[in-house]
Nanobody
Framework: QVQLVESGGGLVQPGGSLRLSCAAS????????IGWFRQAPGKEREGVSC????????YYADSVKGRFAISRDNAKNTVYLQMNSLKAEDTAVYYC??????????????????WGQGTQVTVSS
């Protein structure tokens, strides 16, 4: 059974850090591009970051460039999203999903499937 499970969310103060994990079962993560997406209340789900399957290239939304870093640990079959300098506007449910390298470049959610259940990130003082 193909499954992705996110973890690591929580409540953090502005300026703080969190590391999200996306663990895969039923397939090897490096066979697919893995993307992180987020959805805030009343807003559409948006792409945050992605790591390609072909060469490990990474992509980021402009809103998180320089603050977030995506990485992959093939031995643990897990992708991470390190989030630093968090802001209130980063508050959302964060999801990981598996998809194509084309979708990865464009952070296009329609190119991704096997969505995890999401993990809540709340940035508040």
């Amino acid at each position: 059974q193909v499954q992705l499970v996110e973890s690591g969310g929580g409540l953090v103060q502005p300026g703080g850090s969190l590391r999200l994990s996306c663990a895969a079962s039923g397939f090897t993560l490096d066979s697919y591009a893995i993307g992180w997406f987020r959805q805030a209340p009343g807003k559409e789900r948006e792409g945050v970051s992605c790591i390609s399957s072909s060469d490990g290239s990474t992509y980021y939304a402009d809103s998180v460039k320089g603050r977030f870093a995506i990485s992959r640990d093939n031995a643990k079959n897990t992708v991470y999203l390190q989030m630093n300098s968090l802001k209130a506007e980063d508050t959302a449910v964060y999801y990981c999903a598996a998809g194509s390298d084309y979708g990865c470049i464009h952070l296009g959610r329609t190119f991704f499937g096997a969505w995890g259940q999401g993990t809540q990130v709340t940035v508040s003082s």
